[in-house]
């Protein structure tokens, strides 16, 4: 009779502990499940979306499939016929040249910019705003106004060019001008953008730095070198990043000016890619330069991330 | 020469150099706004003229009459609604999970979010289309706007804002017996709501801009937004410059007013992609 009690009180002791634990544990996993019920819309999303089609973008670069035939397996055939492409290597060079024309006078644009609007003057804020309306603009827009200032008869950039006597301008149509043509818009458009992430980079250095160097007599350039510019280095890693993967990126302009021409003075990488794909219906082939293209910005952004860690470092 | 006389001088001389930078870099909207409202004869004159002699509203009478722009337009304004809708819906969820709760696989999410703002969506648009048309959705809305369901600049910005929630709060709520979901609804949406007009006003610029998705997932001009109404109306009309502009107007006039209207906060939104605020 004892030991049946005894007995039950131990089994009532575990149940017991073993309720307060599961209820402990189910608190923690009640927490675990929302967050996972929460996350799970982003694993679908991501899976589906990004996830998956970058398998794909490799799978799919093995074939030579033309989307209404059947697939055929070809292996690296893509890759080794890409590297002899010379359509392709000149893509590869006219992306190189627009990302850097673009990107390097931006930084040195925008930086200066943001070192004007740092301080306060009469007008900031409008000043500020005019400034920006390049950015708002919608880049397609932007495209078709482009197009039209660059019109070798009556378009105003040719018209400015005979102002200071530069005659018989034809942006467009010559494949020497064609690309910095594209260049010039392209940094007219995103220049305000990096403007407004350096001014805040600027104005989330705390000015005591400024007024203890000032107390110590630096004058403003060296203030601007020792003070500013070190302190604005992870700002301006993160302007390099995003900076050189959208330039990669661009289509808008190149499809609605010069749909990558003269010759294939403008076509770029993305250019490439959507007129294999999608105008010879070459999936396997604009796959494969799709690849390419990744692997680029990758090793763009390993450099840029060991520049990083070098800058950290020293 | 002294400093009281330099210092008014350069103010001057920066206000002139400010001033003229303005005109410059504004030139271009203000020559597509000029160009709109010219007749085509007039944009064509061999004498150039910066500004129309009449203001002439033809063009964007001519532009709705031509072609289907007013489905454009509607489309854009659908399609855009939509994204913006959705990101709202999903970025703070996907956020507040990545900053306040612990579950497995979590932080090869958040690292993933983070590896996709780094894949630039032409490497992607070949199987993404694939998929797409495995799924029966090219040429249809929810081919245009699934996509862009999410995105992962806006689950991050979210993260970071939710971060600097106090979890006493969260916590609080969990001590008076409030469902997660009620805790979420009642406590982490209206704190972050600054965020999520931030969060609307990029998905919107960045969902009203798309083109080349909108251009490969189009096969008919019924589902057409303006971008790629645009595009293809330069195509068939190649000497209508001023119908264009007119076209190119209406296209722009949304952002630039929301622009002119919450500049501060569309200012800081920029910023804050950067991790600034």
Known sequence: MIGTSQEQHLRNQSLHQRRRGILGNTLEAQKKRFGLIFALPAFFFFGAFYLYPLFQTFYVSLFSWGLLDAPRFLGMANYSRLFTDR?????????????????????????GLALIFNRPFPGRQAYLTVYYIPAVISLTVWSLIWLLMYNPTFG???????????????????????????????????????????????????????????IDGANAWQRLLYITLPLLRPVFLYVMVISIIEA??????????????????????????????????????????????????LALAIVQFRLLRFQQND | MPRSITRPLSAILGQCALFAGAILITTPALYMLSASFMTNSELFSARFQLLPSTLYWGNYVEVFARFNFMRY??????????????????SPMVGYSLAKFDYPGKNILLLFILATVMVPFTAILIPLFLIVRGLGWVNTYQGLIIPFAMSAFGIFLMRQFIVSVPDDYIDAARIDGASEFRIYFQIVLPLIQPALITLAIIVF?????????????????????????????????????????????IAAAPVVIMFLALQRRFLQGMAGLSGLK
């Open chain 1, 248 to 297: 990669f990126k661009v289509f808008t302009p190149m499809y609605i000016l010069t749909n990558g021409g003269p010759g294939s003075a403008t076509r770029v990488l993305s250019m490439f890619i959507f007129q294999n794909g999608f105008q010879y219906l070459k999936m396997g082939y604009a796959s494969a330069a799709s690849v390419i293209f990744l692997l680029i910005l």
């Open chain 1, 87 to 111: 359509e392709f290597i000149n893509s590869v060079w006219v992306s190189f040249v627009y990302a850097f024309g673009v990107v390097v006078p931006i930084w040195f644009i925008a930086l």
């Open chain 2, 205 to 249: 610029v960045a969902s009203w801009d798309e083109f080349l998705w909108m251009l490969v997932v189009t096969t008919g001009d019924a589902l057409r937004t303006l971008p790629i109404g645009l595009a293809k109306f330069r195509e068939q009309y190649q000497t209508r410059f001023e119908l264009m502009m007119a076209g190119s107007v």
């Open chain 2, 73 to 90: 337009l509607s489309n854009s304004v659908f399609v855009t609604g939509v994204i913006v809708l959705l990101n709202l819906l999903f």
């Open chain 1, 156 to 214: 105003l950039f040719s018209v400015a060019a005979r102002a200071v006597g530069i005659t018989g301008l034809r942006m467009l149509d010559d494949p020497s001008t064609a690309m910095p043509a594209m260049i010039i818009l392209s940094i007219w458009k995103g220049t305000p953008v990096y403007m407004v992430i350096f001014i805040a980079g600027l104005r989330a250095i705390p000015t005591d730095y400024y007024e203890a160097a000032q």
